[in-house]
Structure formats: C-alpha cells, structure tokens
C-alpha cells in the first residue's frame, strides 16, 4: 500500500522559510514523477512543483526564485524548500506521486499559515 506522510508546515512570518518534506513508502520511489500542490481556502487545488524521476522539475509562476522541490531517493523523501513566504502562499500543501501506469497517490496535507 502507497503511503505519502507529509510534514514540515506551520506558522511562519511573511518573509520568512519553512521546509516541507514527504515520505514516501509502498512503491519504488525512485522510477516515480512527485509533486507538490496546494489548496487554499475557497480555491482549487493547484500545482506548485513537480520533479520527474530524472529531476527535470516544473514550477508554478507564482512561486519561481522562491520555492524548490527536491528529492532524496535513498530515503524515499521529496522536499519543498520554500523561501521569502508571502500571505498568499497560505494552503494546505499536499505531496502526490504519480506511477508510471498514470496512478496518482497523495497524502493528506500538511497547513501552511503565512502571516503578514
């Protein structure tokens, strides 16, 4: 059974870092696309980064010279350095891996709270 535990969110300050991580159990993560994206309150969930499973990464606009997503495949982990945080980053974060057979798995978020 896939499983994808996120952490890493909290309270920070407008200006301010926080790292998430996700770690990934259940499948060979290192063959595997993953992503992060997030979900503000009233909105859709939207995409923020992608790296594939030979590190070519993709990043939404809004977060570009700001975030970085990485991935550690000894430990089956993938980050989400994000740095100069603003108000309107404030979500919940969710990390999905996407298979080679096109199967999206996800966890169940973890908030993220920008104050101003």
């Known amino acids: 059974q896939v499983q994808l535990v996120e952490s890493g969110g909290g309270l920070v300050q407008a200006g301010g870092s926080l790292r998430l991580s996700c770690a990934v159990s259940?499948?060979?993560?290192?063959?595997?696309?993953m992503g992060w994206y997030r979900q503000a309150p009233g909105k859709q969930r939207e995409l923020v980064a992608t790296?594939?499973?030979?590190?070519?990464?993709v990043y939404a606009d809004s977060v570009k010279g700001r975030f970085t997503i990485t991935r550690d495949n000894a430990k089956n982990t993938v980050y989400l350095q994000m740095n100069r945080l603003k108000p309107e980053d404030t979500a919940v974060y969710y990390c999905?891996?996407?298979?080679?057979?096109?199967?999206?798995?996800w966890g169940r978020g973890t908030l993220v709270n920008v104050s101003s």
């Open positions: 790296m594939s499973e030979i590190g070519l990464t």
């Open positions: 999905c891996q996407t298979t080679v057979r096109g199967t999206d798995y």
């Open positions: 259940g499948s060979i993560f290192s063959i595997n696309h």
